[in-house]
């Protein structure tokens, strides 16, 4: 998933309320393709993103699935704000 209009919001993480900086999208990445995401995430925003697993994110608008091949999503790539 890559939600390229990533506008000011919460997401719930491992029991805690993480607010996103606006502006950054929220990516979901099979570990196969986790290395990809993160390079491609830091060439287009020209910073590293912050990770977690799938497992982690308690939000359900948050897909399932890799956005790269549509194979099970692990990792979670997004960017705190004031991170």
Do not use: W
Request: glycine share 8%; aromatic share 4%; charged share 35%.
């Amino acid at each position: 998933m890559k939600n390229e209009d990533a506008k000011e919001r919460t997401l719930r993480i491992q029991g805690k309320d993480v607010e996103l900086q606006a502006g950054f999208p929220v990516v979901v990445s099979c570990m196969e393709d986790v290395e990809v995401a993160i390079d491609e995430y830091v060439d287009q925003y020209e910073t590293a993103p912050d990770t977690f697993r799938r497992a982690d994110v308690e939000d359900e608008t948050v897909p399932h699935v890799c956005g790269e091949c549509g194979g099970t999503g692990e990792i979670v790539l997004l960017k705190e704000k004031g991170m």
